[in-house]
Structure formats: structure tokens, C-alpha cells
């Protein structure tokens, strides 16, 4: 069935149009709305992965987009809960040197190898899950006043962790190499 294997790359594109009523939403004060449609995005992303690998509903399209509206997400909802003023700024400029840092080295890797795709390593798997916690944690303390504060400082820090972990490991195995070929 050649026309059920576009599902989840309707999927990925409905997680991109999400983006514009999630920070909308957040720049607006609908915490909830935003939490929800937050969550919806989540899980479409988790569904998409699934029907992709579970029915070899895989395409070229999909291994694009899919990482591309996942980044496209976080980064919009990063930036909404910035000019929100839920989020210090401090700590924004910090996840988006982060992700620039890792752009640029990404980029790098992929003009000075034979290579198609930029690996992700572990440790930046784990900066993203942080990162979703965090925008949740964010979010629900937002709408709701039963969420203690320390959670956010919490999950801040967990992502604190997770980007000098990320950047390390990354700078040690692909930044090595590039600083090898470069010089």
C-alpha cells in the first residue's frame, strides 16, 4: 500500500505547522493551549518514528523533515518562552550556543567527509529529552499553580549537564576529526 507510506511524512508536516499555534500561544499566555499542542507534537513525532520503522514507511523526505520540525519546534517554543519571560535569557543563550556550535561543526563534517548525515551521539539525545521535559515543566507550571518551582531549576540543570556533556563528547570525536583534516 504505496499511499499509506506518506503517513508519516503528514505526520512530520503537521509537526511543523504546529510550531506557529504552539509559540503563539505561549507569546499570547495560553500556557495550556500551548502545553497541549506541545504534547500533540511530541507524540505525532513518537508515531511518525514508529509507522516509518515499523512498515518501512521510510523516505528521504522523512529523514529530513522529521529531524528538521523536531529542531524547528524546540527552537521555536525555546524562543516563545524567552520573550515570554518564563525562561532566563542566560539560559536560551546558552542552549542556542549550544545548537549553534553543534550547526556549525555539523556543517563542517559534512562538507569535509563522504558523508550524508551527521550522527547524533547520546549524549545530545539526552540534552533533547531534558529540553521537552523542561518546555513541559515550563508549561504546566504555567497554566497550573500546583507545580513547585525547583522542578524547572531541575530540569534546567539536567539540561546544563546534557549540553557540556554533548559539546564534549561531540568536540572529542567530530571536532577532533575535523581539527585532524583541517590542519
Known sequence: MKI???????ITA????????ISVSIYQG???VALILFIVAGLSDGIDGY????????SEFGQFADPLADKCLILAT??????????????VYTMLTRDGLILIGSMMYLLLFDSKQALPNRWGKHY???TIALFIIVLTGSSFDFLPKFLE????????????L?????FNQEGRAIFKKII
Open 128 to 130: 533533547t529529552g531534558w
Open 78 to 91: 525555546l524562543l516563545a518562552l524567552a520573550f515570554s519571560e518564563r525562561l532566563p535569557l542566560w539560559f
Open 30 to 32: 495560553n500556557y495550556l
Open 14 to 21: 503537521m509537526r511543523f505547522v504546529l510550531v506557529i499555534p
Open 153 to 164: 531549576w531541575i530540569a534546567m540543570l539536567g539540561v546544563l549537564i546534557f549540553i557540556v
Open 166 to 170: 554533548s559539546l564534549v563528547s561531540y
Open 51 to 58: 509507522l516509518a520503522r515499523r512498515y518501512n514507511w521510510t
Open 4 to 10: 499509506l507510506s506518506v503517513i508519516p511524512n503528514l
